[in-house]
């Protein structure tokens, strides 16, 4: 066990294992809360993905960046540019790439564009009919519309088969009505006949073109808050598989749209969700109403009142403590079992039997504990708040307290990835997902390794959510800077042990299995990458 793991709840015991913080404790002053103690920390504070948050009022000024870079680079109008930019799914780099590795006329030929020709039926008389290959009516030229193609028609047939696309949800790429043409139409042309028509239809087509600069970017996404932030969260790197946090305070998976799940993997996740929805209520009602045979691991329920029970294997066992027993009772005892006393030291069954309910009600409990444990320690911010002003209220040496509330967070976040990491632990281990994808022993050993570490989070993550419940308001000076010390040490204990649960499943479990379908989200030392505002 690492030397930094604390694992006595006396505090005799820890202060005996304080000895290498103290001896420079007399030279070293924590003024910024966690920096200094964070310093001492090797290789923990990754950078975060940069993001920013896009609100319906900066939406405008996030597309016109793109669509600027494409203009200025090929000379085009804003209508061909985001014609290409929806094609190849709002990616610049992507349209540079294949213009210089393809040449122009791929570019555009492969997205529809054409670059605007002569138009050979503009009449010498603006009397002059010309006939509409669509309807095949005579109409006067001023009532007819051509686009980049060359393509001319009169203008209601235009406007009914551009109505026709936008109430489909095609309006982001409409195309020439002509047989076989497949140029993308004028969007500013499509505006002006649709609006002479349907004011409220063209508005619709406006949206369309505007969000789609969301729906159709891997690089942006709308945030999954439930109602609806309106806001949308742009990466800036190509690190597709991180969590964000919008501005509305929500943190999700980039990748999935799900709540932040890491250390687990997307798939991981989805399975797990799945199966929480359709066997968690089974498993709490087996916790309730029934026991697991000794012998076959099957449940069992009791339906009478003698404390011995047979399962239909026919192994007959005590329903006080699950131990397998005779057949030979009488009404107060089973002969040659006794169950009275608490036996030290009993292993849990349900962590190595086969039987794949079992296992996952071992997990479960221990998931929805630390679920439970999070959604209580969330209340503690306004409790923390207050023992803070009044330590400031006091007249201390030490003026600064954000040791407090930064331990919350570290408390917070240590919680959330021990929690996900029991569905890890789950499907790796287990004969669902990666069957026969290590060896018994690799198993064993890889196995041994993560529950060490998950063990050594789980204790320590313990103590620093004990230290934050204490009143230390209330303590003398000398035990509120113990308290501080102790809160801060721990801090950054459980921060180096989510580091190295991130790197065991990163580097030890998934990299000899189906990695390419199992990335987890990079660890930040900061948490959960804050989104930034995008200028409007």
Known sequence: MEDYTYISSDDDEWDNNQDYNNDDDDDCEFDDGFSEIEQQSIGICQKAPSCKVIRKESLLAAQKEDLQRVMDLLSLKEHHARSLLIHYRWEADKVFAVFVERGSEKLYAEAGVTLEGKDELIPTLSTAELTCQICFEDVPVEQTTVMDCNHRFCNDCWTTHFSININEGKSKRVTCMAQKCNVICDEGKIRDLVTAKDPILAEKFDRFLLESYIDDNKRVKWCPSVPHCGNAIRIEDDEYCCEVECACGVQFCFNCLSEAHSPCSCMMWRLWMTKCKNDGKTVMWINENAKHCPKCHNAV????????????????????????????????????????????????????????????????????????????????KEKLHSEVLLLEARELQSKDFSWAENGLCRLLQSRRILSCSYPVSFYVFGQSLFKNEMTPKEMEIKQNLFENLQQQLEINVERLSMFLEEPFADYPEEKVLETRMKIMTLSTVTDNLCEKLYDCIDNDLLVTLEQATHTIARYSSNGVAKASELPN
């Not at 292993?347 to 794949?356: E, L, R, S, T």
Request: hydrophobic share 25%; with cysteine; aromatic share 12%.
């Open 301 to 380: 329920e009791k339906n009478g009142g003698c404390n011995l029970v047979r399962c239909r294997c026919g192994q007959p066992f005590c329903w006080l403590c699950g131990g397998a027993t005779g057949f030979e009772h009488t009404w107060s005892s089973i002969r040659g079992h006794t169950c009275g006393s608490y036996k030290e030291g009993e292993k849990d069954k349900a962590a190595n039997v086969g039987n794949d309910l079992l296992r996952y009600t071992y997990y479960y409990e221990r998931y929805m504990v630390h679920c439970d444990s999070l959604k209580l320690e969330a209340n503690m």
